[in-house]
């Protein structure tokens, strides 16, 4: 049988594997190993192995009225069809985890296609990518946010943790502040030194105060020196962010 020959793939491959007909039947999968199930040796379809939504719903995958809408249902279909691969299709599903209690997940679906003495299969991977694009997602949020107060406050974005002194900073930042563009967030906050003496004793009270209780967003015009007895006005927005 063409799933002897899948036994060492399906024990060593870090994603859910899936050998399946035409028809959507899982022969043969790692699924039960990688979740620390125990396998009922129940014949189901790839939807009711995932314990997907709508299979759970409609009581057999494929049945359901959103079943037809489904991009991995279609790329398989269309696989088999056309007897060939396909790689990489992103879908968001949506499994039971408990009943009535669903959660929702990013994957990454490939297929292979394969036909062995006429008997057609195709071997499916899906690799759980949710904790990867949310880091990315994450990390783009940020650099757009950090981007957009830039552009609109021609200031330029700072964070500092005042625990761990982990920062990010932009050069605009620095530039305003007529510091070197690689200056460090922290040396700009500790003593703002180009900035008016006026002006300054405010800053680092804010600061003073940030380092040890709550204190109130400051945002205020400020002066900050140029050159000799040059000053430019600046506006700056200075607040306290505490996270769990």
């Known amino acids: ?72 249902r279609q790329k398989i279909t269309h696989a088999f069809l056309h007897r060939k691969s396909f790689s990489d299709v992103e879908a968001s599903l949506t499994l039971s985890v408990a009943e009535n209690k669903y959660i929702s997940c990013q994957a990454l679906v490939s297929g292979a296609y394969i036909n062995v ?21 994450a990390a783009e949020k940020l650099q757009r946010v950090i981007s957009f107060t830039s552009s609109v406050s021609q200031v330029g974005f700072a964070a500092l943790d005042i625990d761990t002194l982990d920062e990010i900073i932009t050069p605009e930042y620095c530039i305003n502040f007529c510091e070197r563009e690689d200056e460090s967030a922290n040396t700009i906050m500790k003593n703002f030194r180009y900035v008016h003496p006026e002006d300054r004793e405010e800053l680092l009270t ?5 380092l040890t209780d709550k204190t109130d967003a400051l945002y205020k015009d400020i002066r900050v020196m140029t050159g000799e007895n040059e000053w430019k006005w600046v506006k700056i927005f200075l607040i306290q962010k505490e996270y769990p």
């Open 1 to 72: 049988k063409i799933t002897r020959a899948f036994d060492a793939l399906f024990q060593n491959i870090h994603a859910f594997v899936l050998l399946i007909d035409r028809n959507f039947i899982v022969h043969k999968t790692n699924y039960y190993e990688r979740m620390g199930k125990e396998d009922d040796k129940m014949q189901k379809r790839v939807g009711e192995l995932l314990c997907c939504q709508n299979a759970i719903l409609s009581g057999e995958c494929g049945t359901h009225e959103r079943c037809r809408e489904c991009a991995v």
């Open 117 to 137: 003495d006429d008997e057609e299969n195709m071997v499916l991977t899906i690799h759980d990518i949710t904790e990867l694009l949310e880091s990315k997602q």
């Open 206 to 210: 804010f600061m003073d105060r940030a």
